[in-house]
DNA sequence: GTCTGATCATGT
DNA sequence: ACATGATCAGAC
């Protein structure tokens, strides 16, 4: 039997929801939703996201959508270690490659992605067994004029890369806040797309990701406020 | 193959 | 020590 909760109708529910989460081993949540709890996330890299997902009623799928597309809230955990400073980048969502000339920032999924996200803070720390760790507190973030700023230049920076068939050079140093990096099952998953005299070529998936300052600004913004 | 959920683990 | 490039699992 799986364990479902309804979608929730509005934001406030949701959040409501997230909070009673807060402070809560991943033990605990696992038996409630009867889920398998590995002893790492080795080979269960997407565990806690998907957990935590059926404990909020996400709508579940491998749609590029929010979600909750009904409330426009994106879901994110995001592990942090003792000091509340993150572990890992986020990954955002995969990076087109092919027919990107009617793409701009404002219709791009990287902006509906990160228009309104709820932030799940997880304990990623390794040290500890995944079962004894917690989650965090939950927060819902939206950016801020000038983070909308910073990550519109450097998702214009990549897309310009990509469009111009430069795709290959793309290293995870280009970007201040926005990264491309490879986003695949393994080294043998290829795509086509636009090479540097216009053809097709064969390259790895990429995906857009949130470097660690980013996140950490955020972490920042909510939690050490005035 | 596409996407979702991400973290691993090696090079520097 | 840490980020980059590589990889893991599952749905479709």
Known sequence: MRYTVPTPTSVDE?????NRLTGQSF????????????????????WVGMM?????????????????PDLGVELKTLPVDEQGQPLETT?????????????????????NKLSCVLWIPIDGRRAVPLAKR???????????????????SDWEEHMDRIALGEVESITARQGEFLQIRPKAAD??????????NGQMIQVRPRGFYLKKTFTRAILEQVFNAV
């Open 14 to 18: 949701l959040l409501q929801r997230a």
């Open 27 to 46: 033990a605990q949540l696992a038996k409630i939703a009867n889920l398998h709890m590995p002893n790492d996330l080795k080979k269960d890299k997407g």
């Open 187 to 196: 080294g043998s998953a290829l795509t086509e797309a636009v090479g540097p």
């Open 134 to 152: 917690v989650v965090g507190q939950p927060f819902l973030w939206r950016p801020t004029n000038e983070q909308e700023q910073a990550l519109q």
């Open 91 to 111: 990954f955002v969502c995969v990076a087109p490659l092919l027919n990107t000339s009617g793409l701009n920032w404002l219709n791009s999924n990287v902006r």
């Open 52 to 68: 935590l997902e059926q404990h909020l009623g996400a709508s579940a799928g491998s749609k590029p959508l929010q979600d909750f």
